[in-house]
Protein backbone atom coordinates (compact mmCIF):
# COMPACT_ATOMS: atom_id res chain seq x y z
CA UNK A 1 0.00 0.00 0.00
CA UNK A 2 2.22 3.13 -1.00
CA UNK A 3 3.72 4.77 1.03
CA UNK A 4 4.71 3.52 4.11
CA UNK A 5 8.32 2.86 5.57
CA UNK A 6 6.84 -0.66 5.80
CA UNK A 7 7.59 -4.21 4.43
CA UNK A 8 6.28 -4.62 0.81
CA UNK A 9 5.05 -8.10 3.04
CA UNK A 10 2.30 -6.82 5.01
CA UNK A 11 1.71 -7.53 8.66
CA UNK A 12 -1.06 -8.24 10.48
CA UNK A 13 -2.93 -5.08 12.51
CA UNK A 14 -5.36 -6.97 14.56
CA UNK A 15 -3.19 -7.47 17.45
CA UNK A 16 -0.42 -5.11 16.63
CA UNK A 17 -0.93 -1.44 16.48
CA UNK A 18 -3.05 1.21 14.39
CA UNK A 19 -3.96 -0.08 10.95
CA UNK A 20 -2.12 1.39 7.67
CA UNK A 21 -3.20 4.92 7.48
CA UNK A 22 -3.56 7.01 4.04
CA UNK A 23 -3.37 10.74 4.74
CA UNK A 24 -0.52 12.90 2.39
CA UNK A 25 1.27 14.01 5.12
CA UNK A 26 4.63 16.10 5.32
CA UNK A 27 6.90 14.07 7.59
CA UNK A 28 10.65 14.96 8.71
CA UNK A 29 12.86 12.42 10.21
CA UNK A 30 9.37 9.47 9.59
CA UNK A 31 10.34 6.11 11.17
CA UNK A 32 11.06 2.60 9.74
CA UNK A 33 8.59 -0.36 10.08
CA UNK A 34 6.07 1.75 10.56
CA UNK A 35 2.19 2.20 9.15
CA UNK A 36 2.11 5.88 9.58
CA UNK A 37 1.25 8.04 6.40
CA UNK A 38 3.89 9.63 4.76
CA UNK A 39 4.02 11.85 1.33
CA UNK A 40 1.86 9.74 -0.73
CA UNK A 41 -1.41 7.89 0.07
CA UNK A 42 -2.29 5.38 -2.77
CA UNK A 43 -4.95 2.93 -1.98
CA UNK A 44 -4.20 0.28 -4.18
CA UNK A 45 -3.32 -3.00 -2.93
CA UNK A 46 -1.65 -5.95 -4.77
CA UNK A 47 -1.85 -9.86 -3.22
CA UNK A 48 0.51 -12.00 -5.13
CA UNK A 49 0.66 -15.76 -4.64
CA UNK A 50 2.99 -18.37 -6.47
CA UNK A 51 -0.14 -19.47 -8.77
CA UNK A 52 -1.70 -15.46 -9.12
CA UNK A 53 -1.90 -12.24 -8.58
CA UNK A 54 -4.63 -9.87 -8.18
CA UNK A 55 -5.03 -5.78 -7.26
CA UNK A 56 -7.72 -3.65 -6.10
CA UNK A 57 -7.97 0.12 -5.89
CA UNK A 58 -10.10 1.76 -3.22
CA UNK A 59 -11.65 4.71 -4.98
CA UNK A 60 -11.72 7.24 -2.20
CA UNK A 61 -9.69 10.66 -1.71
CA UNK A 62 -10.34 10.76 1.99
CA UNK A 63 -7.96 9.81 4.98
CA UNK A 64 -8.07 5.95 4.83
CA UNK A 65 -7.48 3.46 7.21
CA UNK A 66 -6.54 -0.13 6.66
CA UNK A 67 -6.72 -3.25 8.56
CA UNK A 68 -4.52 -6.57 7.78
CA UNK A 69 -5.89 -10.16 8.89
CA UNK A 70 -3.78 -13.16 8.45
CA UNK A 71 -4.89 -15.13 11.55
CA UNK A 72 -7.45 -16.67 9.28
CA UNK A 73 -6.83 -20.46 8.21
CA UNK A 74 -6.17 -20.77 4.49
CA UNK A 75 -8.78 -23.12 2.72
CA UNK A 76 -6.76 -23.60 -0.52
CA UNK A 77 -6.14 -26.80 -1.42
CA UNK A 78 -2.20 -25.74 -2.21
CA UNK A 79 -1.88 -25.02 1.69
CA UNK A 80 0.58 -27.65 3.49
CA UNK A 81 -0.38 -29.98 5.52
CA UNK A 82 0.63 -28.23 8.70
CA UNK A 83 -2.00 -25.37 7.78
CA UNK A 84 0.94 -23.21 8.07
CA UNK A 85 -0.20 -21.02 4.96
CA UNK A 86 -3.09 -18.31 6.07
CA UNK A 87 -5.60 -16.04 4.28
CA UNK A 88 -5.30 -12.47 4.29
CA UNK A 89 -7.83 -10.24 4.62
CA UNK A 90 -8.27 -6.63 4.55
CA UNK A 91 -10.42 -4.05 6.10
CA UNK A 92 -10.96 -0.49 4.53
CA UNK A 93 -12.15 2.60 6.49
CA UNK A 94 -12.49 5.76 4.95
CA UNK A 95 -13.93 9.01 6.79
CA UNK A 96 -16.25 10.06 3.73
CA UNK A 97 -17.24 8.70 0.51
CA UNK A 98 -18.90 5.86 -1.28
CA UNK A 99 -17.67 2.40 -2.07
CA UNK A 100 -16.35 2.36 -5.06
CA UNK A 101 -13.99 -0.80 -5.78
CA UNK A 102 -12.16 -1.52 -8.76
CA UNK A 103 -10.67 -5.38 -8.98
CA UNK A 104 -7.47 -6.26 -11.13
CA UNK A 105 -7.67 -10.02 -11.79
CA UNK A 106 -4.01 -10.61 -13.23
CA UNK A 107 -3.26 -13.35 -12.88
CA UNK A 108 0.59 -11.93 -12.90
CA UNK A 109 1.80 -9.16 -11.78
CA UNK A 110 2.62 -7.46 -14.47
CA UNK A 111 -0.82 -7.70 -16.34
CA UNK A 112 -2.66 -6.40 -12.58
CA UNK A 113 0.09 -3.47 -12.83
CA UNK A 114 -1.07 -3.52 -16.98
CA UNK A 115 -4.65 -2.95 -15.86
CA UNK A 116 -4.41 -0.44 -13.23
CA UNK A 117 -2.32 1.55 -14.89
CA UNK A 118 -4.70 1.70 -18.17
CA UNK A 119 -7.75 3.32 -15.97
CA UNK A 120 -5.46 5.81 -13.83
CA UNK A 121 -2.85 6.76 -16.47
CA UNK A 122 0.64 4.93 -17.00
CA UNK A 123 3.72 7.17 -16.12
CA UNK A 124 5.13 9.06 -19.12
CA UNK A 125 8.80 7.98 -20.17
CA UNK A 126 11.21 9.94 -18.85
CA UNK A 127 14.04 12.51 -20.80
CA UNK A 128 17.44 10.53 -20.22
CA UNK A 129 19.24 13.01 -17.73
CA UNK A 130 16.79 12.31 -15.48
CA UNK A 131 17.75 8.80 -14.70
CA UNK A 132 21.22 9.97 -14.10
CA UNK A 133 23.28 11.85 -10.61
CA UNK A 134 21.23 15.02 -9.82
CA UNK A 135 22.95 17.47 -7.41
CA UNK A 136 20.65 19.32 -4.57
CA UNK A 137 20.15 20.92 -1.76
CA UNK A 138 18.77 23.79 0.15
CA UNK A 139 19.75 26.27 -0.78
CA UNK A 140 22.44 27.49 -3.38
CA UNK A 141 24.00 30.64 -1.95
CA UNK A 142 24.38 32.70 -5.61
CA UNK A 143 25.24 32.24 -9.08
CA UNK A 144 28.89 31.96 -8.02
CA UNK A 145 28.26 29.21 -5.20
CA UNK A 146 26.85 27.13 -8.48
CA UNK A 147 29.51 27.44 -10.25
CA UNK A 148 31.75 26.28 -7.88
CA UNK A 149 29.69 23.02 -7.75
CA UNK A 150 30.01 22.53 -11.31
CA UNK A 151 33.36 22.87 -11.40
CA UNK A 152 33.72 21.09 -8.46
CA UNK A 153 32.47 17.72 -10.35
CA UNK A 154 34.95 18.77 -13.09
CA UNK A 155 37.58 18.64 -11.22
CA UNK A 156 37.40 15.46 -9.26
CA UNK A 157 35.78 14.09 -12.41
CA UNK A 158 32.62 12.72 -11.23
CA UNK A 159 29.71 12.23 -13.37
CA UNK A 160 27.20 14.78 -13.26
CA UNK A 161 23.73 15.17 -14.94
CA UNK A 162 21.94 17.76 -13.11
CA UNK A 163 22.25 20.59 -10.70
CA UNK A 164 18.63 21.67 -9.11
CA UNK A 165 18.03 25.56 -7.26
CA UNK A 166 15.56 25.50 -4.66
CA UNK A 167 12.74 28.32 -3.93
CA UNK A 168 15.66 30.67 -2.73
CA UNK A 169 16.82 31.22 -6.14
CA UNK A 170 13.32 33.33 -7.02
CA UNK A 171 12.89 36.89 -6.16
CA UNK A 172 11.25 36.85 -2.72
CA UNK A 173 9.66 33.48 -3.22
CA UNK A 174 8.10 34.63 -5.88
CA UNK A 175 8.00 31.75 -8.88
CA UNK A 176 9.16 31.59 -12.61
CA UNK A 177 11.12 34.36 -11.40
CA UNK A 178 15.38 35.06 -10.36
CA UNK A 179 16.70 37.21 -7.61
CA UNK A 180 18.66 39.71 -9.51
CA UNK A 181 21.34 40.34 -6.52
CA UNK A 182 22.18 36.67 -6.32
CA UNK A 183 21.74 35.20 -9.79
CA UNK A 184 22.28 38.30 -11.89
CA UNK A 185 23.18 36.04 -15.50
CA UNK A 186 20.88 32.89 -15.26
CA UNK A 187 21.18 32.36 -18.76
CA UNK A 188 24.83 32.43 -18.51
CA UNK A 189 24.74 30.40 -15.66
CA UNK A 190 22.30 27.76 -17.75
CA UNK A 191 24.64 27.55 -20.69
CA UNK A 192 27.91 27.29 -18.70
CA UNK A 193 26.13 24.21 -17.15
CA UNK A 194 25.08 23.11 -20.47
CA UNK A 195 28.00 23.12 -22.07
CA UNK A 196 29.37 20.84 -19.76
CA UNK A 197 26.23 18.39 -21.15
CA UNK A 198 24.22 19.33 -17.98
CA UNK A 199 20.56 20.82 -17.19
CA UNK A 200 19.10 22.45 -14.51
CA UNK A 201 16.22 22.49 -12.66
CA UNK A 202 14.12 25.23 -10.53
CA UNK A 203 11.27 24.61 -8.67
CA UNK A 204 7.68 25.85 -8.59
CA UNK A 205 4.97 25.65 -5.55
CA UNK A 206 1.60 25.36 -6.57
CA UNK A 207 0.48 28.72 -4.07
CA UNK A 208 1.45 32.07 -5.59
CA UNK A 209 2.73 35.23 -3.68
CA UNK A 210 0.08 37.94 -3.22
CA UNK A 211 2.09 40.71 -3.95
CA UNK A 212 1.36 43.85 -6.48
CA UNK A 213 3.27 43.74 -9.41
CA UNK A 214 3.73 40.28 -9.29
CA UNK A 215 2.49 39.60 -13.07
CA UNK A 216 1.39 36.20 -12.49
CA UNK A 217 -0.75 36.97 -9.02
CA UNK A 218 -2.24 39.92 -10.94
CA UNK A 219 -3.08 37.90 -14.10
CA UNK A 220 -4.39 35.54 -11.55
CA UNK A 221 -6.81 37.62 -9.25
CA UNK A 222 -7.76 39.88 -12.32
CA UNK A 223 -9.06 36.87 -14.28
CA UNK A 224 -10.52 34.89 -11.23
CA UNK A 225 -8.48 31.94 -11.14
CA UNK A 226 -7.84 31.61 -7.90
CA UNK A 227 -9.80 29.03 -5.30
CA UNK A 228 -12.03 31.00 -3.39
CA UNK A 229 -12.59 30.96 0.47
CA UNK A 230 -15.77 28.96 2.22
CA UNK A 231 -18.10 31.48 1.18
CA UNK A 232 -17.40 31.89 -2.08
CA UNK A 233 -17.26 35.78 -2.01
CA UNK A 234 -13.67 36.13 -2.65
CA UNK A 235 -10.36 34.28 -2.78
CA UNK A 236 -8.71 32.37 -0.53
CA UNK A 237 -5.43 33.82 1.33
CA UNK A 238 -3.71 31.46 3.09
CA UNK A 239 0.06 31.38 4.21
CA UNK A 240 3.04 29.31 2.81
CA UNK A 241 6.77 29.99 2.46
CA UNK A 242 5.87 33.18 0.67
CA UNK A 243 3.60 34.54 3.73
CA UNK A 244 0.18 35.69 2.14
CA UNK A 245 -0.85 33.15 -0.67
CA UNK A 246 -3.48 32.37 -3.29
CA UNK A 247 -4.39 29.05 -5.25
CA UNK A 248 -5.21 28.63 -8.35
CA UNK A 249 -7.78 26.07 -9.46
CA UNK A 250 -5.80 23.75 -11.06
CA UNK A 251 -9.30 21.67 -11.21
CA UNK A 252 -10.33 24.05 -14.14
CA UNK A 253 -8.22 22.99 -17.76
CA UNK A 254 -8.22 26.83 -18.21
CA UNK A 255 -6.10 27.69 -15.04
CA UNK A 256 -3.46 24.59 -16.06
CA UNK A 257 -3.27 25.91 -19.81
CA UNK A 258 -3.19 29.52 -18.57
CA UNK A 259 -0.45 27.85 -15.37
CA UNK A 260 1.20 25.76 -18.16
CA UNK A 261 2.07 28.94 -20.57
CA UNK A 262 3.78 30.30 -17.74
CA UNK A 263 6.90 27.43 -18.72
CA UNK A 264 7.33 29.15 -21.93
CA UNK A 265 10.65 30.84 -22.91
CA UNK A 266 8.87 34.41 -23.84
CA UNK A 267 6.91 34.25 -20.09
CA UNK A 268 9.62 33.01 -17.86
CA UNK A 269 12.70 35.41 -18.23
CA UNK A 270 15.83 34.17 -17.97
CA UNK A 271 15.14 30.50 -18.48
CA UNK A 272 17.02 28.48 -21.57
CA UNK A 273 16.36 24.82 -23.34
CA UNK A 274 18.21 23.42 -20.88
CA UNK A 275 16.09 24.57 -17.81
CA UNK A 276 13.64 21.72 -16.16
CA UNK A 277 11.01 21.73 -13.34
CA UNK A 278 10.70 20.81 -10.07
CA UNK A 279 6.90 20.60 -8.83
CA UNK A 280 7.45 20.21 -5.80
CA UNK A 281 4.69 19.85 -2.86
CA UNK A 282 2.79 17.87 -5.28
CA UNK A 283 0.45 16.23 -2.01
CA UNK A 284 -1.47 18.20 0.55
CA UNK A 285 0.23 19.92 3.14
CA UNK A 286 0.11 22.01 6.17
CA UNK A 287 2.74 24.91 7.70
CA UNK A 288 2.33 26.01 11.44
CA UNK A 289 -0.61 28.77 10.20
CA UNK A 290 -2.68 25.49 9.97
CA UNK A 291 -3.80 26.05 6.18
CA UNK A 292 -3.92 23.60 3.34
CA UNK A 293 -2.26 24.18 0.57
CA UNK A 294 -4.34 22.67 -2.84
CA UNK A 295 -1.83 20.37 -5.03
CA UNK A 296 -1.59 19.40 -8.48
CA UNK A 297 0.34 17.01 -10.58
Not at 51 to 63: D, P, R
Not at 223 to 239: A, E, I, L
Request: proline share 5%; hydrophobic share 35%; charged share 25%.
Amino acid sequence: IPEHADSFNLRSTLNDGDPYRLYNLDVFEYELDKRMALYGSIPFLLSHTAQKSVGIFWHNAAETWIDIDRSKPGDDAQDDAAGSRTETSTHWMSESGIIDLFVFFGPKPADVLRQYSAMTGRTPIPPMFSLGYHQCRWNYNDQDDVASVNKGYEDMNCPLDVIWLDIEHTDSKKYFTWDAQRFPDSVKMLDDIAAHGRKMVTIVDPHVKREGGYLIHEEAQSRGYYVKNSGGDGDYDGSCWPGSSSWPDFLNPEIRDWYSSKFLLNEYGGSTLSLFTWNDMNEVDAVPTNIIIFIFH
